[in-house]
């Protein structure tokens, strides 16, 4: 039998708790950025690697199921869960490093998504430019453009900027559905 330290789905996130190891195998679930802080902090979770995909991931479950006013409210709480799960383990490297990589993302996410806006209102002889539909379409861009390997999700008929997708790629984690 393998074992998986890290079990994970869509909106799902489990650890192996490696303090139970080897007299019991059992899995904890990591549903919130906190429950991501106590299993890095308590050690059921070792090693750098997996001490960073842990804290990255259980901001994904987290933002899986939240929704957002505005893009600018997802960046903000995005930078203030990363900057929270780097305290439960403040000298490992891996996690400060992809808390870093994604901090920066959010931040160019909230930037492309401002200056798409902007541009829009700018362009006032063009009504099909400001229709909020167009505006969606260059926030898609300016997710392209910020070299994001991973599909842009598609438009929803949900509250705008709700989560609707989790991407994960090389240990950077962005969502907008909008």
């Known amino acids: ?34 429950d991501g802080w106590n299993a890095i902090k308590s050690m ?13 991931l259980s901001l994904a479950v987290e933002l899986y199921r939240k929704q ?11 930078v203030n869960s ?17 808390a870093d990589q994604l901090r920066g993302i959010s ?5 492309q998504n401002e200056i798409s806006v902007d ?5 006032q002889g063009d009504r099909e430019h400001v229709d909020e539909g167009r505006s969606r379409q260059h926030c898609h861009r300016g997710l392209r453009s910020c070299r994001h390997d991973a599909e842009v999700p598609q ?14 790629c090389h240990s950077r984690i962005w969502n907008c559905s909008r």
């Open 107 to 111: 931040t160019s996410l909230l930037e």
């Open 155 to 168: 438009e929803s008929t949900e509250h705008p900027y709700s989560l609707q997708h989790g991407i994960s």
């Open 1 to 34: 039998m393998t074992l998986k330290a890290i079990r994970y789905s869509q909106g799902r996130l489990e650890v192996l708790d490696q303090l139970l190891l080897p007299a019991k195998t059992e899995y904890v679930p990591i549903d919130t950025v906190q």
């Open 68 to 78: 957002f006013a505005s893009v600018r409210n997802l960046v903000e709480f995005c």
């Open 44 to 56: 059921q979770v070792r090693g750098a690697p997996a001490i960073a995909i842990v804290g990255c």
């Open 119 to 123: 541009s829009a209102k700018d362009n």
């Open 82 to 98: 990363l900057d929270f799960l780097v305290t439960a383990r403040p000298t490992a490297v891996n996690i400060r490093t992809a």
